[in-house]
């Protein structure tokens, strides 16, 4: 058994139901503490809902600066930071009677490890663990800061994980040059699809008014499901953008409608709609607001209109971090990764607000959520290995250019 899959099967047998770390935090502290990493824990939330976070960071200590570089350090920029991303909470198990095996006691079958979050994502973060030990180990004077952000609100609201961490830093001043989020982006096998972004969210609710009233007597009432119905059709005929090199054309879907009393014979008096937006860098809230209104405006409806704003579109483009990943997946398994911006959010759309460069890379998401969730175990080790790859590759172009 390899340090990468123990600690994986350690860290699966806590059952860290959303927002429950179940230990999983303090177990990656003690072994980051070991090799020079300062961890802080921050807990947030409603005292019926506690959020843990944890933010570790090994600095490069002057000293270490000194050792590594013929030049004075005073004259030096500051050192880059790549910071691994992750959440230690699950989703819940669902009916137990349909797992295979106890869904927090980590099995092997067929050569694949099952249990909730083998795939999303305890893999990746002990992946993450052990590819930092192996690079300190053979790099003990490192150029380059290395961190960690774990939090175990992202299957949850998200409201007290990664946005309170990075609201903490940047009020602290803290800058972040590089990120790899551990979400399962693969498809077949580990490395051969990345996110180099990913699209904006944002929902609203729109409730249409009318005059409630008896169905045999229209002329007394006034149907909003009616009212509703041509601007309705013009909005799901609207092309909102047609997207980029890196992102399709923004969408809109209705996910929801709410109208009528439960009875047959009533004209209901609002109809309520509940929609969302999954949009790229070629459009804006603003922009996407301002046109969904004027169409109601258009059929004169009367309405009230909220919005959610879930995230913002992130991308990054090839460049330091892009190569770095693609190299390092090349090296390790012979596969030219795809770039990709689909699929849903992540957290990477908090950290992206405070670092310009962040990529999700993690194993094969075939399982994520689902029954029997498994990793095939053939593709722990690679993930390991690119991620200690992507260390050495960018401490590489940081030795070669300090400044």
């Known amino acids: 058994m390899t340090a990468t899959l123990l600690l994986a099967e350690q860290l699966i047998a806590r059952s860290s139901v959303t927002p429950f770390d179940a230990g999983c935090q303090e177990l990656i502290a003690q072994r980051l503490q070991a090799i020079g990493f300062q961890c802080e824990t921050l807990v947030s939330g409603p ?7 944890l933010w570790a960071k090994r600095p490069v200590p002057l000293v270490e600066q000194a050792h590594s570089t013929t030049h004075s350090v005073a004259n030096q920029a500051p050192l880059k930071t790549l910071v691994f991303a992750g959440h230690t909470d699950v989703v819940p198990t669902g009916p137990l009677n349909e797992w295979h095996s106890a869904p927090f006691t980590p099995s092997h ?15 990746s973060l002990a992946a993450f663990v052990v590819a930092i030990e192996e690079f300190i180990a053979a790099n003990p004077h490192p150029q380059l800061n290395i961190a960690l952000l774990l939090t175990s609100d992202e299957e949850g609201p998200a409201n007290d994980g990664t946005v309170v961490v990075c609201k903490t830093l940047q009020a602290r001043g803290e800058t972040l040059d590089y990120c790899i989020v551990g979400e399962p982006t693969s498809v077949e096998r580990t490395g051969d699809m990345i996110k180099n972004g990913r699209r904006g969210t944002m929902s609203g609710k729109l409730t249409v008014k009318g005059i409630q009233g008896h169905i045999a007597y229209p002329h007394l009432a006034k149907n909003p499901i009616h009212l509703m119905a041509p601007a309705l059709a013009e909005l799901v005929g609207m092309q909102w953008d047609t997207g980029n090199t890196f992102f399709p054309p923004t969408t809109w879907q209705v ?3 709410h109208g009528g009393t439960g009875a047959s014979n009533v004209i ?7 929609f969302n937006f999954r949009f790229s860098t070629e459009s804006t809230p603003e922009s996407l607001q301002s046109r969904l209104s004027r169409v109601l405006e258009k059929y004169e409806l009367e309405y009230d209109l909220t919005w959610t704003i879930g995230g913002l579109p992130f991308l990054t483009t090839p460049g330091t971090l892009v190569n770095a990943v693609q190299d390092a997946i090349l090296a390790e398994t012979g596969i030219r990764t795809q770039l990709s911006t689909t699929g849903g959010t992540s957290d990477g759309r908090f950290i992206a607000q405070i670092c310009p460069q962040v990529i999700e890379m993690g194993p094969p998401n075939a399982t994520i959520h689902k029954i029997n969730e498994y990793v095939r175990v053939a593709d722990i080790e690679p993930l390991k290995n690119i991620y200690r790859r992507i260390l050495e590759n960018l401490e590489s172009l940081e030795r070669r250019d300090p400044a």
């Not at 209901?268 to 509940?274: F, R």
Request: charged share 25%; proline share 3%.
């Open 47 to 53: 005292a019926d809902f506690l959020v843990t976070n």
């Open 268 to 274: 209901p008096g609002a109809v309520v709609i509940d």
């Open 109 to 123: 079958r067929d050569g694949k490890l099952f249990g909730r979050g083998s795939s999303d994502m305890k893999v």
């Open 255 to 257: 996910s929801n409608i």
